[in-house]
């Protein structure tokens, strides 16, 4: 059974700084594309950094601030939030996707999120 668990949210201030995790387990974890998705009060879910292990990508709006890490041997991704903003705040959403062989697919799978708050 696949589960991913976002941890590490809370309130900061802007300016601050955030680590969130996400523990993955029922599948291939280095065989997967990891991304974290956020979506703020009132808006659509956005994606906001993928990590496919070969390489990185991320949303214009948090260039230089934020950086996505995995740790095949943990089977965890990382974000690392800094210069936080108050435009940052939302729900942060842990994603996999990676191709299930038995249904001769990709898939694709979401924890429950964890919310961050910027304000002062």
């Known amino acids: 059974q696949v589960q991913l668990v976002e941890s590490g949210g809370g309130l900061v201030q802007p300016g601050g700084s955030l680590r969130l995790s996400c523990a993955a387990s029922g599948f291939t974890f280095s065989s997967s594309a990891m991304s974290w998705y956020r979506q703020a009060p009132g808006k659509e879910r956005e994606l906001v950094a993928t990590n496919t292990g070969g390489n990185t990508n991320y949303a214009n709006s948090v260039k230089g601030r934020f950086t996505i890490s995995r740790d095949n041997a943990e089977n965890t991704v990382y974000l690392q939030m800094n210069s936080l903003k108050p435009e940052d705040t939302g729900v942060y959403y842990c994603?996999?996707?990676?191709?299930?062989?038995?249904?001769?697919?990709?898939?694709?799978?979401w924890g429950k999120g964890t919310l961050v708050t910027v304000s002062s």
């Open positions: 994603n996999a996707k990676f191709y299930r062989s038995n249904v001769g697919m990709n898939v694709n799978y």
